[in-house]
């Protein structure tokens, strides 16, 4: 006895460890700055709140309808439940199991339901209440690393759920965005369209006083044509681009209200990236593949916990009688309690093979999250460049649009004073509205760069769920 004591005590003795290799992030070689970024800072354009950064009670209506209602932020949370189950299930297996058992049997020659040899023919009754419990003593640590991998599994799905949540948003903002710069073309081409209709006018005009001729004319009705014919086509572009933001909001296909126009709108002014090794801390996906190789690295110890003899404590506690009113005695209490052993000799080679593919789910584990941090890095440079580039671009197509407006107005006063001919009045106008929609799309890639920017530094990682 006293010996089953110490063995008893060395068991419990050796359940602090647990097999397998511990947890050790895999190294991404973070750059000391990101490409475009001038010098290292500590504060972060992902630090600020979403709804803080849009001037746009639409667009942060929008967002909010998009994320309380949207299928993806919807399935994503279903995940994360789904995860904490399962979670929850791997941490019972820390506790005994505990059932209970009520068993009634009449019968003949039988004991319990069995053949009973010695049972004189006689038909008799027979009862049995009792309570069991089991308990596998975690020696090797192999539950404990099965509910590191659930845990990891659970944390990684709510990691899932940010990412999902953050995409949603700048998918939301960029529609919009989207949206407002195809209502700037449109006011464009509509006024293309009456400008050169005012230009057909005139010439209209002139030929019957018999100074223009019928190519002036028919030139300027072809440019009114043309421009006419985008307004249908833009017309049709928002009604689906409508239909897109409804559907990120969960809701049926109609109207989207809109904000400010989009010239009103500007880019944030201050967008600091922040540090490179604070971008692994932030970004959801780069967590959740982390949470992912986490998973993966705990699931190798529990399979090499296959390997060990698994030691289980069992307990029974019961009565048995042939009659109800005889379960209270004292010769009916049934009891039992046991130390069993378990463990593996011949497989055929199955728990290796187990813990090979552990082993390489690891591998695949590991080399998905340096890859994912990789990118991520990219997703900010890229981010950086572009939204230093396009405001560079916009200064230049500012001057383009300014300079264009000029030399209309000019020829359109050299023309009426019979300076110059039609074709030089047809050839501004044509360069200037192209250019003002060249102007209103690059304005709109600027505002996009500022989400996709907020999105790749994993904005907003500080809100809460």
């Excluded at 309808?65 to 279903?78: E, K, P, S, T």
């Excluded at 048995?320 to 009891?335: D, G, P, Y």
């Excluded at 440079?381 to 264009?404: D, H, M, P, S």
């Excluded at 110059?420 to 060249?438: F, H, I, R, T």
């Amino acid at each position: 006895m006293r010996g089953a004591r110490l063995g008893l005590a060395a068991i419990l003795a050796c359940s602090g460890c647990a097999v397998g290799p511990n947890y050790r992030r895999p190294d991404t070689h973070p750059p000391a700055t990101f490409r475009g970024q001038a010098a290292a800072e500590t504060a972060s354009f992902a630090d600020a709140n979403w709804w803080e950064i849009y001037q746009d009670p639409v667009l942060t209506g929008l967002i909010r309808r998009a994320l309380d209602n949207g299928f993806d932020a919807r399935i994503a949370a279903v995940r994360v439940e789904q995860a904490r189950a399962v979670a929850l299930e791997a941490g019972g297996q820390y506790y005994p199991a505990v059932g209970y058992v009520g068993d009634a049997f009449r019968g003949k020659n039988t004991f319990f339901g069995s053949p009973d040899p010695e049972g004189g023919g006689a038909t008799a009754d027979a009862f049995a209440p009792y309570l069991s419990a089991s308990w596998e003593l975690d020696i090797w640590g192999r539950l404990r690393r099965l509910n590191e991998a659930a845990r990891s599994q659970y944390l990684e799905s709510e990691e899932g759920r940010r990412a999902v949540r953050l995409t949603v948003l700048a998918n939301v903002a960029q529609d919009y965005f989207d949206l407002l710069e195809l209502d700037a073309e449109l006011a464009i081409a509509r006024q293309a369209t009456r400008d050169f209709g005012d230009s057909l006018r005139l010439f209209n005009e002139r030929l019957k006083g018999g100074i223009a001729s019928r190519l002036e004319t028919s030139s300027a009705a072809a440019a009114q044509a043309a421009e006419a014919a985008q307004v249908p086509l833009l017309e049709r572009q928002i009604a689906l681009t409508e239909n897109q933001i409804h559907l990120l909001l969960g809701e049926n296909p109609g109207p989207v209200a809109r904000g400010p126009a989009l010239a009103e709108h500007r880019p944030p002014p201050e967008t600091p990236a922040g540090l490179p090794s604070a971008l692994l801390e932030r970004r959801p996906d780069v967590r959740e593949a982390e949470y992912a190789a986490r998973a993966a690295n705990a699931q190798i110890g529990a399979t090499i916990g296959g390997f060990l003899p698994r030691f289980g404590l069992s307990a029974l506690l019961g009565s048995t009688s042939q009659s109800l009113s005889a379960l209270t005695h004292t010769h009916s209490e049934l009891w039992s309690a046991g130390l069993n052993i378990t463990g593996p000799l011949f497989q055929g080679g199955a728990l290796r093979g187990e813990y090979l593919q552990a082993k390489s789910a690891w591998r695949l584990a590991k080399l998905q999250y340096e890859q994912t941090a990789l990118s991520a890095f990219g997703d900010v440079a890229n981010a950086l460049v572009t939204r230093q580039k396009l405001a560079e671009a916009g200064v230049q197509l500012a001057r383009e649009v300014q300079a264009y407006q000029d030399a209309v107005h000019v020829a359109s006063e050299r023309y009426r004073a019979g300076e110059a001919g039609y074709y030089e009045l047809l050839q501004a106008q044509e360069q200037l509205y192209p250019a003002e929609s060249a102007l209103a799309q690059n304005h709109r890639d600027e505002l996009i760069a500022a989400v996709q920017l907020y999105k790749a530094l994993g904005g907003g990682w500080n809100n809460p769920p």
